[in-house]
């Protein structure tokens, strides 16, 4: 039987709304979703409109965050909403423009 996590051959994802909050990025889940369905997010260089885009290992995700943009690279997919430290382990932080 196929993994259903896995979806068409493309590896495991994690909904975006969910990454973002399982790693701390968002404080709520409902935000990261207002922040995907209002089209703040992009995700590979391409802007998101729905709060269940996929995000797999090694994606880009581009969003604000305050009065700076933020950019991370998704290293692994976290199970749950674990400690702060458990959670920087998922991303790393990338520098734009330097």
Same mark, same amino acid.
């Given at each position: 039987?196929?993994? /259903? ?6 590896? /495991?994802?994690? *909904? ?7 790693? !701390?990025?968002?404080?709520? !889940?409902?935000?990261?979703q207002r922040l995907a369905e209002d089209g703040h997010i992009r995700l590979?260089? *391409? !802007? ?5 885009? /996929? ?22 997919? /976290?199970? *749950?909403r674990g400690a702060a430290a458990e959670a920087q382990d998922c991303y ?7």
């Amino acid at each position: 039987m196929a993994d /259903p996590i896995a979806g068409a051959g493309h590896g /495991p994802s994690l *909904r975006i709304d969910k990454f973002l909050w399982f790693v !701390r990025l968002c404080k709520s !889940r409902s935000t990261a979703q207002r922040l995907a369905e209002d089209g703040h997010i992009r995700l590979n260089g *391409r !802007r998101i409109e729905r709060a269940h885009a /996929p995000v797999r290992a090694g994606d880009l995700i581009t969003f604000p965050h305050g009065d700076t943009v933020r950019v991370v690279r998704v290293t692994a997919l /976290p199970l *749950r909403r674990g400690a702060a430290a458990e959670a920087q382990d998922c991303y790393e932080e990338l520098t734009v423009g330097e």
